[in-house]
């Protein structure tokens, strides 16, 4: 699904971010990336939803090489990537329904087909009854479920998410988790940055530990191996 062949990273005018990453993730993984601030882990996430490209070495997502892509391909790779922040990114001035289907429209998804599959990813999220909220009407989780929806709602292969349960308190960062844990059992590979000594200790996934732009670590049921 995923695979970096000796990836390094170096933005203009710093030293490198990643210094020759080699990983490879397979469609049913779900993959929490640790490390402390500044190791790289947000650099390596974005560089696989190819908003930053790679100073050096080749990255295939679904197949496809990220950097021998044609203009044309790109945003048939880019909506088979969700992506998921610690601060929500929601269209403040939209409601929740619009966000959502939002989505769907920048991929000229057909309109009949739009307010059926929004309406089924808003029920996955528990937030019918919120489709005509505005972000600012909801809380926290609630906002998250929202990008979790506008995320999943083109069906896409790989959910990115930076830091997802960073700003929330540990109930509803449980249930954040078990949305995604949902949404991988469902057949979408997860890779998420987290902080969160109790979720990744807990969960038991696989867990990558990238520190000062390397691998450090990368365990199959692995613990997430700093002080909380
Ligand atoms: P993490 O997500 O683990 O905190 P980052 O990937 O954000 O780490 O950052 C890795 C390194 O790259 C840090 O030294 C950071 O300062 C640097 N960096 C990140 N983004 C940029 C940028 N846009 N321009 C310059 N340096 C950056
Ligand atoms: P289908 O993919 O044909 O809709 P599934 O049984 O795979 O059928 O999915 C049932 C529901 O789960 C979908 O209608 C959708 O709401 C949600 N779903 C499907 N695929 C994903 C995915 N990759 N990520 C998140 N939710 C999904």
Redesign the pocket.
């Given at each position: 699904m995923i695979e970096m062949h000796d990836v390094w990273k170096t933005?203009?005018?710093?030293?490198p971010?990643l210094k020759g990453i080699n990983v490879k993730v397979d469609r049913t993984e779900f993959l929490y990336v640790v490390?402390?601030?500044?190791?790289?882990?947000?650099?390596?996430m974005k560089l696989i939803y190819r908003e930053e490209r790679p100073t050096k070495g080749s990255i295939f997502v679904n197949g496809f090489n990220l950097e021998k892509l044609k203009q044309r391909k790109i945003p048939f790779v880019r909506r088979n990537i969700g992506v998921i922040f610690q601060d929500y990114r929601l269209l403040p001035k939209l409601t929740v329904y619009e966000n959502v289907a939002f989505a769907m429209e920048v991929i000229e998804a057909p309109k009949k087909f739009i307010m059926k599959r929004v309406q089924e990813v808003l029920d996955l999220v528990k937030l019918s009854d919120k489709g005509g909220s505005l972000p600012t009407q909801l809380s926290g989780g609630e906002q998250q479920r929202v990008a979790i929806a506008r995320a999943i709602v083109n069906n896409p292969a790989v959910i990115i998410a930076d830091e997802p349960t960073g700003n929330l308190d540990p109930d509803t960062s449980w249930e954040i988790m078990k949305l995604l844990e949902e949404i991988n059992f469902r057949g979408a590979t997860i890779i998420m940055?987290t902080h969160n000594k109790e979720i990744v200790n807990t969960m038991r996934k696989r867990v990558l530990a990238?520190e000062q732009?390397e691998i450090a670590r990368d365990e199959v049921r692995g613990e997430y191996g700093y002080e909380g």
């Open positions: 933005y203009p005018d710093g030293s971010a490390g402390p601030s500044g190791a790289g882990k947000s650099t390596f940055a990238i732009g």
